[in-house]
């Protein structure tokens, strides 16, 4: 099932199965990001005053021009650097604020990286089933992995990271969601099945 | 030329020579003072941010006591204007001295000038030195100080956030706690934290917000104490090396390791507010831990197993060791210690055949022990089996010489394996034929026929009682001193004749009394006990027993055909009823009944009780309307004419009081509440409209102090009215006001004070005390008196007078927003509630907070506040 080609799509076809697993890690990763941000604010009393404008991401930006294959190469760049961050993330934060007993925070915060890295699998996989997999890994070249030095500013970075990381999950969810794969041909089919059916009763 | 002389003979000038004296003394001072209090010359400051310390030093010459003036230079605020004595360095030859700053000294720039002194005497001023702050319009970002700082619990520490150039300071928060600011200069604002508390891991965070709620900047302030090490320990695993342990309050138990032995240590913990020490020593040979024992193996046999282990390090074989073995058997545990040198082997003996087992090992030092070492990992094996032991077996022989062999089924550890079959053999010893059987493990009896063998005996043995005790059926029988042969105790239902379900237990020699007790007992049935001697000869009979458990009734009669059981209480029986006959008894018939409480007395019961209630209700009517006057006075005395300071009571006049701003309260009772509808009205002043114009009008929050009106009121019976502004109804409320009893005493603030006062023109300005109910409607302000003053008083029960006094708090309501709440906490005014939100009147503690907490309570709570906003 999984090698299914659906015909009619912009650019090369995607695995079903692969696009339904990672939509489904990606929201779980958008709900263990709310929870790691939640933690965060309250670890910190931050409020929701606090300012972390101004995005750390630098990829090319979204058009409707782009095919399945740039959409998710946009994509996998994006949450590449993601983790790229979320890892000097954490290890600045051990490295500077680190040293006492973990807890619910830092192990959501490991949750949060792991299952990052299971969506860039995924996303990996998928852009090698779009034709991608002859292009070089996505360059991580420019992107500002030190962060500040002063505490309080390295604590904004951080919150900034964590915010980064959930904005480009729910952009993996609907990007994701909108690929002309053959999930949302079988979704519209079997909608239309039980229209049908129930219409007949 | 001014010519002095001296004329001797002549009499002197005593005014003159005391102005020369004069003057000259005042010359000689003047010119030693310009020698001493030079003006201080060159000026130099130098700075510690860290500790927030501002060095000082000048030239001054040999003066040694100076004034010293710091400002803050943008707002030329003192911050420090004191006279300090200073001596010259003799290492720079300047006048040094240090100040320390409450602010961190970025905050804000800082002008430093200093004079001599000498007694009253002064030099001029030195020039201005300015030490610039952070605050500078050429550093436009937001700042804040001190950066990323470690202070011990219990400080205070002075934060101050420099907002960026454009930008309106909003407020500095410590964590959640948004603090009181001070302001040093255009830009900077600082705070002060006292008695700062433990910070988590990460700090608290100083955070400066803008004006917009915007985050400026901040810093992070770490709160802790100095290092507290603890269980600081060293030991040895591999005999070679030291591994060293400590624990720190705030973090997991941490341990290093050093290659040699050194014997002595020294642990120095320090972070930036102090430093502590701690010191171990110890021969290597004290602190040895032995590693956990690897690879382990076993040898099993039936009985015994030998266990077998390996050290990791070659330095264990000539170590004398005490080695723990823990064996685990079907959940038991059970530990044996061996010892040795260089221990790898134990033999584990005692154990059973074909049986499971796990084992794990540990180890000390034998000698010196310091500690047992770690558990091993389990290492499991199985005993091998052998021949099962003999079956406890006995023989039950019918009337008829047929019967059969019985045996009890062996035990999993008895079987000592797996069971294959039984084997049974049944010979004569008169004879040399043997019959052999050999039959599957599960079966537990086999029938024999020796009417061929047997030869006839008599069994016509009296029948002793066995006695039932709780520790079973007491047997005790007679000892013959020359035997010592064993017993056999044997039992079974009395009724059974044929083949029956013996039991039996095998006692041994010498005794001569037996408790039996089995789970198969049960009451009313008959048991026969039998005692045979055990021996290598055939079992002889030597006693018989019968014995119930429980002895049920037994009707001596057997024409009888009843039997009376008395006392019984409620509940279900069953009873049974066996025949017996010479052979024994059936099985008898049951029957079951329930005993039901009697119903009747119940009945009976009530209806005595409602009797009995019904005399003591026409009793007490009675005595009531006997006792009536008494009553009245008792429970509803008249109320006395109240005492009121001046006039006003009867004059109908309204009570003026001013609020302050934003007050414009009504404070109705609410008529639901009081059926005597007396009632404390307070109304707004309204704008002197003759034409009532403004009398409809919203209500209107204005900077101009609004007038209230307190009326003593009777509210009529009609649901809340419109207002009117008819001067005709207003009076006829006023006239009913005259003749309440209400007392007002002022209120008075801490900070002001607020008096109601007595309007004694009453309409003067055209205001009538008059019952507005519209406002209920259109605005939901009218209230009942309900504030948290300290002697507020209001008892409906009383209908005493209601007394204001020292107001302490108070919500206001807000006017534009009928219905909702803008509580406000205003010293000095009237506690408006939002009548739909007021329960009845009730006294209240003074916490103005709790009140604050109780009144959003009440407001949640009431039905009629969610009605209002549906």
């Not at chain 1, 946009?74 to 934060?93: G, K, N, T």
Request: hydrophobic share 35%; net charge negative.
């Amino acid at each position: 099932m999984a090698a299914r080609r659906t015909r009619g799509m912009t650019g090369p076809d995607v695995s079903r199965s692969t696009v339904a697993r990672a939509v489904s890690i990606a929201e779980q990763l958008r709900y263990e990001c709310s929870i790691l941000l939640e933690l965060y604010r309250e670890k910190e009393s931050f409020t929701a005053d606090v300012l972390v404008d101004g995005r750390l991401v630098s990829v090319a930006p979204p058009s409707s021009q782009l095919d399945t294959r740039d959409k998710l190469w946009r994509l996998h760049s994006a949450l590449m650097q993601c983790r790229s961050l979320l890892e000097r993330a954490i290890a600045r934060e051990e490295e500077e604020l680190g040293g006492g007993k973990k807890g619910d925070y830092e192990t959501q915060r490991k949750m949060v990286k792991d299952r990052l890295s299971y969506l860039l699998i995924c996303t990996g996989e998928l852009l090698k089933t779009a034709g991608g997999a002859a292009l070089l890994t996505p360059s991580l070249e420019g992107l500002e992995l030190d962060g500040p030095t002063a505490l309080f500013e390295l604590k904004l970075w951080v919150y900034r990271i964590f915010k980064e990381v959930d904005y480009w999950t729910k952009t993996a969810i609907t990007t994701l969601e909108a690929l002309p794969s053959v999930i949302a041909k079988e979704r519209v089919m079997t909608s239309r099945v039980r229209t049908t059916r129930s219409t007949r009763r | 030329m001014p010519h002095l002389s001296v004329n001797p003979s002549s009499k002197p000038n005593c005014s003159t020579v005391w102005l020369i004296s004069v003057l000259l003394g005042l010359l000689a001072v003047h010119t030693n003072a310009n020698d001493v209090l030079t003006v201080p010359q060159q000026v130099s400051l130098s700075t510690n941010m860290d500790s927030q310390q501002l060095s000082i030093s000048w030239l001054a010459g040999a003066a040694t006591t100076f004034d010293l003036m710091i400002l803050r230079t943008e707002l030329n605020e003192n911050v420090f204007y004191e006279t300090v004595s200073v001596m010259v360095s003799q290492l720079s030859g300047r006048h040094e001295w240090n100040w320390t700053s409450v602010e961190p000294l970025q905050c804000t720039s800082l002008s430093i000038k200093i004079r001599s002194r000498e007694g009253q005497s002064t030099s001029e001023w030195s020039n201005t030195e300015i030490l610039q702050g952070s605050d500078l319009p050429s550093e436009e970002e937001c700042q804040v100080f001190p950066l990323d700082r470690v202070v011990p619990v219990g400080a205070n520490t002075t934060f101050c956030c420099i907002v960026k150039e454009g930008n309106q300071f909003g407020s500095i928060n410590y964590g959640k706690t948004v603090m009181n600011t001070t302001r040093l200069s255009r830009r900077s604002y600082a705070t002060t934290v006292v008695n700062q508390g433990l910070s988590g891991s990460s700090g608290t965070n100083v955070v400066c917000y803008n004006n917009f709620k915007g985050t400026e900047n901040g810093v992070v302030v770490f709160v802790g104490y100095p290092p507290l090490p603890s269980d600081f320990v060293c030991e040895t695993h591999d005999l070679t090396s030291a591994d060293i342990y400590f624990e720190l309050v705030t973090e997991p138990k941490k341990e290093c390791r050093v290659d040699h032995w050194e014997g002595n240590w020294t642990l120095v913990v320090v972070n930036p507010l102090g430093q502590y020490s701690l010191t171990d020593s110890a021969e290597l040979s004290h602190r040895v831990t032995p590693v956990a024992p690897e690879n382990l193996t076993s040898v099993a046999h039936a009985t015994n197993a030998t266990v077998l282990w390996q050290w990791k390090y070659d330095g264990y074989s000539s170590l004398a060791l005490v080695c723990q073995v823990e064996l685990t058997s079907q959940g038991y545990k059970t530990n044996h210690t061996f010892s040795g040198v260089g221990l790898r082997a134990v033999v584990l003996p005692d154990l059973y055949p074909y049986e499971d087992y796990s084992v794990q090992v540990r180890c000390g030092a034998q000698q010196n022990f310091w500690k047992w070492g770690s558990w091993s990992e389990t290492m499991s094996f199985k005993t091998s089996s052998i021949v099962p032991e003999a079956p406890d077996m006995w023989v039950w022989m019918n009337k008829d010489y047929t019967g059969q062999v019985i045996w009890k089924p062996l035990t999993r550890r008895q079987s000592r394996g797996l069971m294959t079959g039984y084997e049974v053999t049944l010979w004569s010893p008169e004879e040399s034929l043997q019959h052999t059987e050999i039959l599957p493990p599960d079966t537990f009896a086999v029938p024999v026929n020796l009417t061929q063998m047997a030869t006839a005996s008599s069994d016509n043995m009296v029948m002793a009682t066995a006695v039932y005790t709780d520790s079973g059926f007491f047997l005790f029988w007679q000892s013959d001193v020359n035997t010592t042969c064993a017993y056999v105790v044997e039992w079974h239902n009395a009724s059974c004749k044929w083949n029956c379900p013996v039991d039996w237990i095998k006692v041994a020699p010498g005794n001569t009394n037996v408790s039996i007790e089995s789970a198969n007992f049960q009451p009313g049935v008959r048991y026969d006990f039998s005692l045979y001697s055990s021996s290598s000869e055939a079992p002889e009979l030597l006693q018989r027993w019968q014995g119930y458990m429980q002895e049920l009734a037994n009707l001596s009669d057997p024409g009888s055909r009843s039997y009376t059981v008395k006392s019984l209480s409620e509940g279900s029986y069953k009873f049974t009823v066996k025949a017996y006959t010479s052979a024994g008894e059936d099985t008898g018939a049951t029957a079951s009944i329930m005993l039901e409480p009697f119903t009747d007395w119940l009945i009976l019961e009530i209806l005595a009780s409602l009797g009995v209630t019904a005399l003591f209700l026409v009793i007490v009517t009675f005595l009531c309307y006997k006792k009536r006057k008494w009553v009245k006075k008792a429970f509803y005395p008249d109320i006395p004419e109240p005492k009121l300071p001046g006039d006003w009571s009867r004059s109908q006049a309204p009570l003026d009081v001013k609020p302050p701003h934003h007050s414009l309260v009504h404070m109705v009772e609410r008529p639901e509440w009081d059926s005597s509808k007396e009632a404390l009205v307070v109304i707004p002043e309204e704008d002197e409209d003759e034409d009532g114009q403004g009398i409809g009008d919203e209500l209107v929050d204005t900077d101009e102090p609004t007038s209230l009106r307190y009326y003593n009121q009777v509210v009529d019976e009609r649901p809340i009215r419109p207002r009117y502004p008819d001067s005709s109804d207003s009076s006829a409320s006023s006239l009913d006001s005259a003749r309440t009893d209400v007392t007002y005493t002022g209120i008075q603030t801490s900070g002001s004070s607020f008096v109601f006062q007595l309007d004694p023109q009453g309409s003067s300005e055209g205001h009538q005390p008059q019952a507005d109910p519209s406002s209920v409607q259109e605005e939901g302000e009218v209230t009942g008196p309900r504030c948290n003053l300290e002697s507020l008083v209001m008892t409906r029960a009383q209908r005493h007078p209601i007394l204001f006094q020292s107001p302490r708090l108070l919500v206001a309501t807000n006017p534009r927003a009928p219905g909702k709440w803008t509580p406000r906490w205003t010293m000095g005014k009237v506690a408006a509630v939002h009548p739909l939100l007021v329960p009845p009147p009730q006294l209240l503690p003074l916490s103005s907070s709790s009140l604050m907490e109780r009144i959003i309570q009440r407001r949640n709570d009431s039905p009629h506040h969610q009605q209002q906003h549906g």
